[in-house]
């Protein structure tokens, strides 16, 4: 029997240039009179930090602060922020200043420090032990600043698992934040790097929801309750993710060629919003699940451009790269909605087939890569073919992904989509 119904969740959020200095205004309304916020000693450095530190001060509201968050955050960098948040606490409130990183880290916090468990229990099977939040959490203001993760708005919280090399995620519609703060003066500063590999993570939530599995393919939950986050595509979440997909591939090259476009950040924020809508809801699939392993068992790449001088794959970068190969091996059997992708994408959907959606979707993607001067698959990040087989059990190790996929994917898919993702063009 088949599911009969879609949910759709988000955050309350507040858009608009200079919201951060509202931040205090914000707490008060949510109750909070101490907080701890957590962010980045990049963000520190620009004097963000200082800015929204300004704002709680000015309400009146306590406060700690913790600003050692990795860009890729892992189990060691959650437990340290975890501890962090216990040995200073007790708070009734938490502020995420940063990307995607930090504000899954502490969205972790957050429940870590009300629910204590080891890190893998709440970590989705089969990685973890996929135990489901207890409770409720405590207010959390999520304010990004990268255009890229929507994780302002969604359910998930990802890191980085040193000893299985591999990332994992935890995923529960409580971790959601209570607010988000989305304010694109704060995106002036990235560097061109950050924001490429931030924006193709635009592109790629919004694609892969627009394209999962529908949410009447899927099969009945046995009961409500046990319906997931991602329900699959439906009409609700292919709005937002439509309007990510024509917004990020209109203005992510003006942002990258340009960092002080304003009205390029502006919509790119909204756009990364817009995504976290759409995917939050429905889901991704096969980019992202083939990005956990990427990032998991890469040892010699440092991206140009980035702040921490380390070897790291980006996010945004390691999802990117597997989409071209991903979407050719989809080709045309999500049948029209590839070919409604190709066409948000700026492609002309009357010079594609159906059966040729897949492949148009792919090199309309790559040229956008190639664009971004991003590299050239993964064999440029120091992957060869002997790296196939435990790439594609990664990945395989990603259910809660992969069952989003529009067809059904086996190891021998897996594994041939890796050798495809090599190289791009």
Not at 44 to 53: D, I, M, Q, W, Y
Not at 72 to 92: L, R
Not at 244 to 263: F, K, N, V
């Amino acid at each position: 029997m088949h599911n009969n119904a879609f949910t759709m969740e988000t955050v309350p959020l507040k858009f608009g240039w200079g919201v951060l200095g509202e931040l205090g205004w914000d707490l008060k309304a949510l109750g909070v009179r101490r907080v701890l916020l957590l962010s980045d000693p990049h963000l520190a450095a620009l004097g963000l930090l200082e800015r929204a530190l300004e704002a709680i001060r000015a309400q009146g509201i306590e406060l700690a602060v913790y600003d050692r968050v990795l860009c890729e955050p892992t189990d060691v960098s959650w437990q340290e922020a975890i501890d962090f948040a216990n040995d200073a606490g007790p708070f009734d409130g938490f502020v995420a200043l940063g990307g995607g990183s930090v504000i899954d880290t502490a969205k972790a916090v957050n429940l870590y420090t009300s629910y204590p468990a080891p890190i893998l229990d709440y970590v989705n099977k089969p990685v973890g032990g996929g135990k489901p939040v207890p409770g409720p959490l405590k207010p959390l203001v999520a304010i990004p600043t990268t255009a890229g993760t929507g994780s302002e708005t969604t359910a998930v919280a990802v890191l980085d698992l040193l000893e299985l090399e591999l990332k994992a995620g935890v995923s529960s519609k409580l971790l959601r934040p209570r607010l988000a703060v989305i304010d694109p003066e704060l995106t002036l500063s990235l560097p061109p790097a950050v924001t490429a590999a931030c924006g193709m993570d635009i592109l790629c939530h919004a694609l892969e929801s627009y394209t999962s599995l529908p949410f009447d393919q899927r099969p009945m939950p046995e009961n409500p309750t046990l319906r997931p986050p991602y329900v699959g595509s439906n009409p609700v979440a292919d709005i937002w993710a439509g309007q990510a997909i024509e917004i990020g591939a209109r203005y992510l090259p003006r942002a990258y060629r340009d960092p002080g476009d304003r009205e390029a950040r502006e919509w790119l924020m909204l756009a990364a919003t817009f995504a976290g809508m759409g995917f939050g809801n429905a889901g991704v699939h096969l980019p992202h699940a083939m990005s956990y392993p990427i990032a998991g068992m890469v040892h010699d790449f440092v991206p140009p451009g980035f702040p921490d001088d380390k070897v790291q794959v980006p996010h945004g970068m390691s999802v990117a790269l597997g989409t071209p190969a991903s979407f050719r091996f989809i080709g045309g059997r999500a049948g029209e909605k590839t070919r409604a992708a190709f066409a948000l994408l700026g492609g002309d959907p009357s010079a594609v087939g159906v059966d040729e959606a897949g492949a148009a979707v792919a090199e309309r993607v790559a040229g956008i890569i190639r664009e971004l001067e991003m590299p050239n698959g993964l064999a440029a990040l120091g992957f060869s073919d002997a790296d196939v087989p435990a790439l594609a059990r990664g990945c395989a190790e990603q259910q809660r992904l992969l069952v989003n996929t529009p067809v059904p994917v086996t190891q021998a898919d897996l594994e041939q989509v890796f050798r495809d993702a090599m190289t791009i063009w």
